[in-house]
């Protein structure tokens, strides 16, 4: 029986890591070219039909399960292709949203993607949509409400302040309009 030491597993599973890290990081730059060629009426198309998956709590959208101790989350088709994820959330009052989420480098990254995607969102919509602005000392949100729908739609951009690292993100949701105890949806009208 031979007998190998750590030192050399941490060396061939570190060589795995990189290489498995570069082939990941190659295949996700071809695939964003492709992706990020979306114009905006696509963009509203698949926003419109995900607005009407509401009503069922998105189940004809929803992938792969992931496992979450608060919340139940479905992985899900992306609306912005620059978006770093889109997953719907059942929330413990039963309440289900479908979100994308942007990670962004600072508040200026935030805040382009806002000023990017709002008024395409806004746009879509369209008038029948009212537009509510709200801010915080941690970022800005617009939340659209329709009459009559329980169904809201919200793009904002926030800093994570419960996070160790305080990141900037940026997030686009479908569904109720949650409340929660966490100060990032405590928000003050302008």
């Known amino acids: 029986m031979k007998f190998s030491s750590p030192l050399f597993h941490w060396r061939g599973l570190k060589r795995l890591i990189v290489s498995g890290l570069s082939s990941a990081v190659l295949a996700s730059c071809a695939t964003n070219s492709a992706i990020s060629q979306l114009s905006d009426a696509e963009i509203c198309t698949t926003i419109k039909y995900i607005i009407s998956q509401a009503d069922d709590d998105f189940s004809a959208i929803r992938t792969r399960k992931v496992i979450h101790p608060e919340v139940d989350i479905w992985e899900s088709k992306k609306i912005f292709p620059d978006s770093r994820k889109c997953q719907i959330w059942t929330w413990s009052q039963g309440l289900t949203n479908y979100a994308c989420l942007w990670e962004e480098g600072n508040e200026a990254d935030a805040r382009n993607t806002y000023a990017k995607y709002r008024p395409v969102v806004s746009a879509c919509l369209g008038d029948e949509w009212e537009a509510i602005e709200r801010t915080s ?54």
Do not use: H
């Open 137 to 190: 000392e941690n970022g800005k949100q617009t939340l659209f409400r329709k009459a009559g729908d329980k169904t809201t739609v919200s793009m904002r951009y926030f800093q994570d302040r419960k996070a160790l690292i305080r990141s900037w993100w940026s997030s686009f949701i479908i569904g109720p309009e949650i409340r929660t105890y966490d100060p990032l949806e405590r928000y003050n009208s302008e």
